[in-house]
């Protein structure tokens, strides 16, 4: 079975690149934007025509939150047009396409877990960009997943728990938000559910509701503030850690104040256990 990986300079493709070596049975091909630029559609098929992948994870993304208010024309072409292209060619060759999106295709007004039938509302060019790429999908072929994640960190590339321990190692003090809450999520157990999700027979032998939009993060929920916390116990940093209002660290893009996701679907139709978010973040 060969699997195609786009994006894996990333956390997430780096993230599977780590577990690859458990899986023998598939074949990867793991492709960073200078060998496969998700953007160009002839690129796009030419990798296809020589490795013909039964699945495809897009891992490319463009994520830079805020950067995105000030690019939306980049935000656009790497979030949209390039899951779109990817639609297109893996519809040419039958490859089951998996997808990451977002907790930021949410409006942050709910106060209980997100569904993936409540309604998408971003309020950010970054949200609205994975919204749209999520659209692109939907309408251009139907073997997808398209997987809705939230607040994912690893110990690879750049990320919240990485920029902690390095301002950790500069400062005595920092000043985190406590009134944004969601779940963090470890790359590594987002990236053995994908590989879950192409060895399951609910894939294999797919029924009309196989497909679609499903949510995974790690169970519970926390604020950023109580996420840094965690981050400084693990390693035993000691550190003047502050809790303050969203409203007193103002940025260029609007955040969901409340972006929990509801795993109940993935679970259910996957047989997934999910571990919490500080236990997984406890072992890295």
């Not at 200078?34 to 699945?55: A, E, G, H, M, R």
């Not at 072409?77 to 977002?102: M, Q, R, W």
């Not at 209002?245 to 679907?265: E, G, I, M, N, Q």
């Amino acid at each position: 079975m060969v699997v195609l990986v786009t994006g894996a300079s990333g956390q997430l493709g780096q993230s599977l690149q780590f577990i690859a070596p458990n899986y023998p049975d598939i074949h990867f091909v793991f492709c960073d934007s200078t060998k496969l630029d998700v953007t160009n559609i002839n690129n796009v098929k030419q990798l296809f025509k020589q490795f013909k992948p039964s699945f495809c994870i897009n891992a490319a993304a463009y994520t830079a939150v805020d950067k995105a208010e000030s690019e939306p024309e980049k935000a656009h072409l790497i979030n949209v047009v390039g899951p779109k292209n990817l639609a297109e060619v893996c519809k040419e060759f039958d490859t089951i396409l998996l997808h990451i999106s977002t907790d930021f295709v949410f409006d942050g007004t709910k106060d209980s877990p997100y569904t993936e039938d409540d309604f998408p509302n971003p309020t950010c060019v970054y949200g609205q960009t994975k919204l749209d790429g999520e659209k692109a999908i939907k309408e251009t072929w139907q073997k997808h997943f398209i997987i809705r994640t939230s607040w994912v960190y690893s110990q690879f590339g750049n990320n919240f728990m990485k920029t902690m321990l390095r301002l950790a190692s500069e400062r005595d003090k920092l000043s985190v938000v406590n009134d944004q809450i969601g779940t963090p999520t470890y790359a590594v157990d987002l990236a053995e559910v994908l590989i879950r999700i192409i060895q399951s027979p609910f894939t294999h032998h797919p029924s009309p509701n196989t497909f679609g939009i499903y949510n995974f993060s790690n169970e519970g929920q926390s604020s950023w503030y109580d996420f840094a916390k965690k981050i400084f116990e693990f390693n035993n940093i000691k550190i003047n850690l502050e809790s303050i209002p969203t409203t007193s660290f103002p940025t260029p893009a609007k955040r969901p104040a409340y972006s929990v996701l509801d795993k109940s679907k993935i679970k259910f139709s996957f047989d997934i256990k999910i571990k919490s978010w500080d236990s997984s973040l406890q072992v890295i």
